[in-house]
């Protein structure tokens, strides 16, 4: 084992270190080859932050009558939360509603969430921004989901771009996008993605005191 690969790597290590990119290369090469929802989900308010921690699953869903229990689920996600984790709001990529905001942020913050992906719409993000939450989504929209959209079940198996996220899961998102990591071959996959991790900083290195990239690729054998 190289000395530079610890016997331990914490989500906090991992978030010096991995990327969106180095995670899906590793993946790939243990054959997992879609593990990364193609879909126009961008940091909103931190840009150059990788966020790096555990699913906690929403499903939501569009409405058009008046909710009896108003917030119901999604508060029960919130309040639930654990320390590390990202909450992910599987929407379907509406656009019905803001249905993450300042508020929410507060509340999970004090749990210990980390952050949000949201496949859909925000709002508040001057707010979040203010409050240094890592939040991802196609982007911004002041309606209230109240009577637009509600969480229909959490902590559940969800889909983005038909890429399952389950509950405990690894996530990562940063501005080249987002990438899930099933704990059945996380420690494999957070390994070889850390190797690689060092790996590229001796090509880059090698390339700046001029070697070519050709001669790189044939020494390291990392692109």
């Known amino acids: 084992m190289s ?9 906090e290590m991992m978030r010096q270190v991995l ?6 290369d590793a993946l790939d090469a243990a054959g997992y080859t879609r593990q990364s929802p193609r879909l126009p989900i ?22 058009a009558h008046v909710d009896p229990r108003p917030y119901e689920l999604e508060l029960q996600a919130v309040d639930s939360c654990q320390p590390e984790d990202v909450l992910i709001c599987a929407a379907a990529g509406s656009d019905r509603s803001g249905i993450w905001g300042e508020l929410l942020t507060t509340a999970s913050r004090n749990r210990g969430c980390v952050g949000v992906i949201v496949d859909g719409h925000v709002r508040d993000i001057g707010r979040m921004r203010q409050m240094n939450f890592p939040v991802f989504a196609r982007g ?4 209230d989901s109240r009577d637009r959209q509600r ?6 198996r969800v889909e983005l771009d038909g890429v399952a996220f389950c509950p405990g899961d690894l996530v990562a998102a940063d501005e080249d996008g987002v990438v899930v990591v099933p704990q059945a071959v996380e420690t494999a996959v957070v390994r070889a993605a850390w190797i690689k991790a060092h790996a590229e900083n001796r090509v880059r290195d090698a390339i700046r005191g001029g070697m070519s ?3 790189a690729f044939e020494t390291f054998g990392v692109l």
Do not use: H
Not at 19 to 24: G, H, I, R
Not at 140 to 143: F, I, R, T
Not at 151 to 156: R, T, W
């Open 42 to 63: 961008v940091p909103v308010t931190l840009r150059g932050t990788t966020l790096i921690g555990r699913c906690r699953t929403t499903l939501w869903a569009d409405m």
């Open 213 to 215: 990239a050709v001669q």
């Open 140 to 143: 911004a929209n002041p309606y």
């Open 3 to 11: 000395a530079e690969t610890p016997d331990v790597i914490s989500i």
């Open 19 to 24: 990327s969106v990119p180095l995670l899906c």
């Open 151 to 156: 969480v229909i079940d959490l902590d559940v």
